[in-house]
């Protein structure tokens, strides 16, 4: 069954005024990954995620934005945070693309058919936590934690056999599979946190998932 997927980020000896700069830190480096140099949204939330958005701006990333430079990873923090308050947590949506077969059909259940698989963009939330919001849910969620959606990209669901997935459709869950590991250790790399989690909303062990699905694949 599909679950949600996360990456939550502790820094060392955190202080809330860096939450921009840390943001900024990590949002270059899923740039960098991505290949996707901008923001396609910013919103603002008070309290907890049931109350309604105090600021939000959507952006256009097209040709019609070339000249525009407010969707810049600096300048979309900077508008967004531009009054911190410790009860508030600060979302980002950017974009990367991952591949995806065609059909929609995730569980490609008739793997015999020649599936089509497209690079499709799939929207990731970036979330910095101020210390107060949904009272201190930072302690389990991070300073900052990534929202990837749901895990299928990379896990394909557990009902498929791997004698199922033809050689290109196993190509392409790698490939899933090596892109989030490249934003992952890049984080790791260059943002100066302390610690990490990948973690499911099921609890499930995913990092044991991964390394099983890219065992079984090579």
């Not at 969707?71 to 945070?81: F, G, M, Y």
């Not at 498929?160 to 934003?183: G, H, M, S, T």
Request: charged fraction near 25%; glycine fraction near 4%; charge should be negative.
């Amino acid at each position: 069954m599909a679950d949600q997927l996360y990456l939550s980020l502790w820094f060392p000896n955190f202080r809330f005024e860096a939450l921009p700069a840390a943001l900024i830190s990590v949002l270059r480096q899923f740039a960098i990954i991505s290949g996707e140099k901008r923001v396609a949204a910013a919103s603002v939330y008070p309290i907890n995620f049931t109350e309604p958005a105090t600021y939000q701006r959507i952006y256009v990333n097209d040709e019609r934005a070339q000249d525009s430079e407010a969707s810049i990873i600096e300048n979309a923090v900077a508008e967004a945070t531009e009054q911190l308050h410790d009860d508030m947590a600060y979302e980002f949506e950017m974009k990367w693309k991952l591949w995806t077969p065609e059909s929609g059909d995730t569980a490609l259940a008739d793997a015999a058919l020649d599936t089509l698989w497209k690079l499709q963009p799939s929207t990731v939330r970036i979330i910095g936590f101020g210390p107060g919001f949904d009272e201190a849910s930072y302690e389990q969620n991070g300073h900052i934690r990534i929202d990837f959606g749901l895990d299928t990209p990379w896990i394909m669901d557990d009902t498929v056999e791997d004698a199922e997935l033809d050689e290109l459709a196993q190509k392409r869950i790698q490939q899933n599979v090596e892109i989030l590991l490249a934003f992952t250790l890049s984080v790791e790399k260059h943002c100066g946190i302390s610690s990490r989690l990948l973690w499911t909303e099921s609890g499930e062990p995913l990092a044991e998932k991964l390394i099983a699905r890219l065992q079984r694949l090579n």
